[in-house]
Every structure is written in structure tokens, then in C-alpha cells.
T-cell receptor, first 114, second 110 residues
């Protein structure tokens, strides 16, 4: 039972264009969502997050949108740069649960071509 | 600050051998986690700890044991390694909803 799904294993975009990565979840108790970026042979690094009381959060070139009714979130990268090429994981959490456990999606590999 | 460190970085085991992976964090975080990453499956939680002396099972705990004797360290043990445990293992720590990850340990069991 995959509670967090990233249905696109890969995405390729041109430098300067917008990258849109999508994530769906099934558990309505999730109330905090995060995006992590992972380069090969490194650990995931935190990118941006959003609480369920918001529908948008922005940090520089990165914006996360949350649609609670559709149980869908997306990460927009504008403009995309070659250094953004990495695997992106979305994750979800119930902040009330003990231990702060995260449930991760399968990841989407983004390739930004010069 | 070194953040979260993991040792070793790579290891090859034969089936049935045992080993311990060490995770250390210098951020004074209460919570620590062990994940495994397999192709197409994202990161799956093995075990976690909400404080020194505590441990709890995650999504895929079978075949693994953990200990948290000191707040800064979280050990993951494989008592009898199996080929299905070939994976990349990540440790993480947190004090809130954001978890901070180590660089990973690539384990191959032949």
C-alpha cells in the first residue's frame, strides 16, 4: 500500500524552462509535506516543505503547491538549471505521530539539459 | 558541524555474515532513523528512535536490529545477512519534521 506516489520515474526539461514534479498521497491524516533532492552517491538533502494549512510555499526558484482536496502536491522549479539534475523525493508526515516518521515516494529523476 | 556521518561507506558481506552500521550526529537531535533505498522504491524506514535508550520498528524491520545507547549514535545491526539486504542504507536525525540525512552506506550481500 503506497501512501505516497510519484508516478513519473523521470523528467527531462531544457535549461531555463519550468520543471514540474508531481506527488500524490492517499492518507488524509498527513499534514506536513517535504521535498528532498538527492545527487548520486550522496544522502538526500532537504529542499522545501509545506504545512497543510497552506496551499503554496515559495523559496527562491522553488515553489511547492498543495491541493488537499485532490491529495496532490507539486514542486515547480523556475528557471531550471543543469545543477538541478538529481532525484527528487516527496515525503509526507503526520506531525502528531510520535517519532516524526516520514513516508517517501519512489522518486523522480530530473534531467535539465543545457 | 559534521552533521550526520555514517561508517562504513561501502561493505561487501557473504550470506550469513553479520555487521553493524554506525550513525553519528552532532546536532543534539532527539530523533534518529535508519532507511534503506532500493531502485524504484524510494526510502523505506527500517527502525527509528525517539530518544536515548528507545527504539521502534518502522516499515521494514525484519532482519535488522538497532540500539541507541548514546543520544548521538544509532547503530543498525544485521545478524545474518541475506542477498535481499543488498541496498543503500541511510541514517537521518531530526528535532522537528525536517530530517537530515547522512551520506549513506552501500552494502552488497553475495
Amino acid at each position: 500500500d503506497q501512501q505516497v506516489k510519484q508516478n513519473s520515474p523521470s523528467l527531462s526539461v531544457q535549461e531555463g524552462r519550468i520543471s514540474i514534479l508531481n506527488c500524490d498521497y492517499t492518507n488524509s491524516m498527513f499534514d506536513y509535506f517535504l521535498w528532498y533532492k538527492k545527487y548520486p552517491a550522496e544522502g538526500p538533502t532537504f529542499l522545501i516543505s509545506i504545512s497543510s494549512i497552506k496551499d503554496k510555499n515559495e523559496d527562491g526558484r522553488f515553489t511547492v503547491f498543495l491541493n488537499k482536496s485532490a491529495k496532490h502536491l507539486s514542486l515547480h522549479i523556475v528557471p531550471s538549471q543543469p545543477g538541478d539534475s538529481a532525484v527528487y523525493f516527496c515525503a509526507a508526515s503526520e506531525t502528531g505521530n510520535q517519532g516524526g516518521k516520514l513516508i517517501f515516494g519512489q522518486g523522480t529523476e530530473l534531467s535539465v539539459k543545457p | 558541524n559534521a552533521g550526520v556521518t555514517q561508517t562504513p561507506k561501502f561493505r561487501v558481506l557473504k550470506t550469513g555474515q553479520s555487521m553493524t552500521l554506525l550513525c553519528a550526529q552532532d546536532m543534539n537531535h532527539e530523533y534518529m532513523y535508519w532507511y534503506r533505498q532500493d531502485p524504484g522504491m524510494g526510502l523505506r524506514l527500517i527502525h527509528y528512535s525517539v530518544g536515548e535508550g528507545t527504539t521502534a520498528k518502522g516499515e521494514v524491520p525484519d532482519g535488522y536490529n538497532v540500539s541507541r545507547l548514546k543520544k548521538q549514535n544509532f547503530l543498525l545491526g544485521l545478524e545474518s545477512a541475506a542477498p535481499s539486504q543488498t541496498s543503500v542504507y541511510f541514517c537521518a536525525s531530526s528535532y522537528g519534521p525536517v530530517q537530515y540525512f547522512g551520506p549513506g552506506t552501500r552494502l552488497t550481500v553475495t
